[in-house]
């Protein structure tokens, strides 16, 4: 027997429907929101769809009750499936929401990843929600001003030629994952959209290992040596996570077409800095430029440690020469302007690969 708890929300039709909670997606396909038919769970209507009506997307079996809402379903399941690539709507990309907790917010369909998850978000909905980074093109003055900033921090960090060289990295580095967890980590980057992790992680004193393979539109996630199919939220997670490292900045910045402003002056960490916004590819980060031309860090909008929603800012504390780049080592993150655990690194090791030339 399935049982359902109408809330509102907002003056909205709010639907929590509970179920197993799963941190990852299984093969073969799991049934989706219970077997309810998406296009009229968006409308406040609970109805179980058919098993010869179904579309699988990202590992997720969305059944329907007629061929008319298949079709619309697959003209445009990101507006109709669960949002956010499936990723738990409180937490983010890196924890995979249970198909069959989910609520309807607002015309669409939110995952979690547990009870709790949806109890955050029914107080605050808007809080977890991503607002997407602006980007609004300049005026001829205002882009040279960008530009010349984008050339002194190139000229700092070894040069626009090499830069725009760069084709990948691996680095090492061990990080705080927060309330008191830790991990040291491979990372290994190929751009524009190939991204490779090891890590070995302590958390409540329980030792576990985590592996990643994000390769565009594909991924793998193994935990504790047990590996699932990577939804699309969390690939675009760690996606994201290379098109904010300040080198990958730098590079798009450099870039022929590069879309790139001026984003005021500020202080990061102490030191005073001049803001260039840069549009990497769907991501918007605003790359932070000390006077002789250092890379001080970056700033974005994202998430902190209890899912909530603010301004991120990436602080970097030490550099190194590496293949001739000057290379960000170490970083501090605060979240609204307060220093958190969660973030910081310190990079032990770098090797960088180039075009040929």
């Given at each position: 027997m399935r049982r359902v708890w109408i809330v ?67 003209s445009d399941p990101s507006r109709y499936g ?158 994201e996570e290379v098109r904010r490292h300040p ?111």
């Amino acid at each position: 027997m399935r049982r359902v708890w109408i809330v509102t929300l907002s003056a909205l039709s709010t639907l929590w429907l509970s179920g197993l909670v799963m941190q990852a997606q299984q093969a073969p396909p799991s049934e989706a929101l219970l077997g309810f038919d998406p296009i009229l769970l968006v409308s406040g209507k609970e109805q179980l769809g058919k098993d010869d009506l179904a579309t699988v997307v990202d590992g997720l079996k969305y059944l329907f009750v007629s061929a008319e809402n298949k079709r619309l379903f697959d003209s445009d399941p990101s507006r109709y499936g669960i949002q956010l690539g499936g990723s738990c709507a409180r937490m983010g990309g890196r924890v995979y929401a249970s198909p069959d907790l989910f609520l309807v917010y607002e015309g669409r369909i939110y995952g979690f990843g547990s009870p709790d998850c949806v109890k955050a978000f029914q107080a605050e909905p808007r809080a977890f929600l991503p607002v997407p980074e602006t980007f609004v093109e300049p005026t001829g003055a205002e882009r040279e001003r960008a530009a010349v900033l984008i050339q002194k921090a190139a000229r700092r960090a070894g040069g626009a030629s090499l830069l725009s060289s760069v084709r990948g990295w691996e680095e090492a580095w061990t990080e705080s994952r927060g309330r008191g967890g830790s991990a040291s980590v491979v990372g290994r980057t190929t751009l524009p959209a190939t991204y490779r992790e090891t890590a070995a992680a302590e958390m409540g004193g329980r030792s576990m290992t985590m592996a990643v393979m994000v390769d565009g539109a594909r991924g793998e996630r193994t935990f504790n040596g047990r590996g699932q199919a990577m939804h699309a939220g969390g690939r675009e997670d760690f996606l994201e996570e290379v098109r904010r490292h300040p080198i990958a900045v730098l590079v798009a910045a450099l870039a022929k077409d590069a879309r790139i402003a001026p984003a005021g002056a500020a202080t990061l960490d102490g030191r005073a800095v001049e803001y260039v916004r840069v549009a990497n590819g769907s991501t918007v980060v605003d790359l932070a430029i000390e006077g002789d031309g250092s890379i001080a860090g970056v700033r974005f909008h994202g998430r902190g440690e209890t899912g909530t929603f603010g301004t991120i800012e990436r602080a970097m504390r030490a550099h190194q020469s590496v293949s001739g780049l000057v290379w960000p080592t170490a970083r501090v993150q605060y979240f609204n302007g307060v220093e958190s655990p969660a973030g910081a690194r310190t990079i032990t090791n770098v090797s960088v690969t180039f075009a040929e030339r």
